[in-house]
Nanobody
Framework: QVQLVEAGGGLVQAGGSLRLSCAAS????????MGWFRQAPGKEREFVAG????????YYTNSVKGRFTISRDNAKNTVYLQMNSLKPEDTAVYYC????????????????????WGQGTQVTVSS
């Protein structure tokens, strides 16, 4: 069992930056591919970014490419999402998630592939 706790959300003006963190406990995240998702009011939860077990591979949804960076520190059992040049359409609750994976370079981008989820952190970008 893995418990995930997100932090770092808040209110920021358009063009600003936030850094989200996801602290894991219970088991080491080194065995899991990790991902960030978001869900805006009235919309489905969507994939934002993913990182492989080793951290060598990353993958982003098109709308955040070049603005967001996912990273992980397995020694600290923590995953990060650096968000720059934020836009009002980035407003959502952001969730951290962990996926069981064997291949160290594999990344998943669908909700159903992830088995552990955090409670989410609100990000609000004002125009």
């Amino acid at each position: 069992q893995v418990q995930l706790v997100e932090a770092g959300g808040g209110l920021v003006q358009a063009g600003g930056s936030l850094r989200l963190s996801c602290a894991a406990s219970g088991r080491t995240i080194g065995s899991y591919a990790m991902g960030w998702f978001r869900q805006a009011p009235g919309k489905e939860r969507e994939f934002v970014a993913g990182v492989s077990r080793s951290g060598s591979n990353t993958y982003y949804t098109n709308s955040v490419k070049g603005r967001f960076t996912i990273s992980r520190d397995n020694a600290k059992n923590t995953v990060y999402l650096q968000m720059n040049s934020l836009k009002p359409e980035d407003t959502a609750v952001y969730y951290c998630a962990a996926a069981n994976v064997v291949a160290s370079g594999r990344i998943y981008s669908t909700v159903n592939d992830y088995i552990y989820w955090g409670q989410g952190t609100q990000v609000t970008v004002s125009s």
